[in-house]
T-cell receptor, first 116, second 108 residues
Framework: DSGVTQTPKHLITATGQRVTLRCSPR?????VYWYQQSLDQGLQFLIQ???????AKGNILERFSAQQFPDLHSELNLSSLELGDSALYFC???????????????FGPGTRLTVL | GQSLEQPSEVTAVEGAIVQINCTYQ??????LSWYQQHDGGAPTFLSY????GLEETGRFSSFLSRSDSYGYLLLQELQMKDSASYFC?????????FGKGTRLHILP
């Protein structure tokens, strides 16, 4: 158990809909990262937050947004869902603010999103 | 570019040694991390190399050669529980980039 929690574990929805994925980082970790993992694209970094502020942005679509709240939990919002958004979404946390170093990231169990 | 290349699959025998290679493009390179992911599970951090050389952690070692733009993960005394996917990863310009992963199959 990494100490990172994600809800829900599974989500099934229809195209065009909007969903929210939730993540609670390990106690004391200020950085939260979101990743998308699909079979053909591997693990794709989406976005990083540190202590409530956006720090780094990866391959995140405009239909997707995220935020980190004062209690450090984070939410990833996916809107106008398409079939291709079906994937496993992971949240990870770490104690350090800088992406550029070797900070170990602790991954949550993931949310499996299925868009029908 | 900042992409990473690793083999899609590797097969080895239980008790043996296996090496999983990862090559990278040098632009903005800081170091190389390795993660393990079992089917249905989350990635877990194995090691990081910021400098050239070998880092050892139990049965697992990781190596980096900046002059060759190359690193590898070495797994010794393979056990069936080591069957998993292994990803190399690197911090890039304001993002972290993962390789597509190497699936390790272990034969009894």
């Amino acid at each position: 158990d990494s100490g990172v929690t994600q809800t829900p574990k599974h989500l099934i929805t229809a195209t065009g809909q909007r969903v929210t994925l939730r993540c609670s980082p390990r106690s004391g970790d200020l950085s939260v990262y979101w990743y998308q993992q699909s079979l053909d694209q591997g693990l794709q970094f989406l976005i990083q937050y540190y202590n409530g502020e956006e720090r780094a942005k990866g391959n995140i679509l405009e239909r997707f947004s995220a935020q980190q709240f004062p209690d450090l939990h984070s939410e990833l919002n996916l809107s106008s869902l398409e079939l291709g958004d079906s994937a496993l979404y992971f949240c990870a946390s770490s104690g350090d603010s800088y992406l550029m170093n070797h900070n170990e990231q602790f991954f949550g169990p993931g949310t499996r999103l299925t868009v029908l | 570019g900042q992409s990473l290349e690793q083999p899609s699959e590797v097969t080895a025998v239980e008790g043996a040694i296996v090496q999983i290679n990862c090559t990278y493009q040098t632009s903005g390179f800081y170091g190389l991390s390795w993660y393990q992911q079992h089917d249905g599970g989350a990635p877990t951090f194995l090691s990081y190399n910021g400098l050239d050389g070998l880092e050892e952690t139990g049965r697992f070692s990781s190596f980096l050669s900046r002059s060759d733009s190359y690193g590898y993960l070495l797994l010794q005394e393979l056990q069936m529980k080591d069957s998993a996917s292994y990803f190399c990863a690197r911090p890039g310009d304001d993002k972290i980039i993962f390789g597509k992963g190497t699936r390790l199959h272990i034969l009894p």
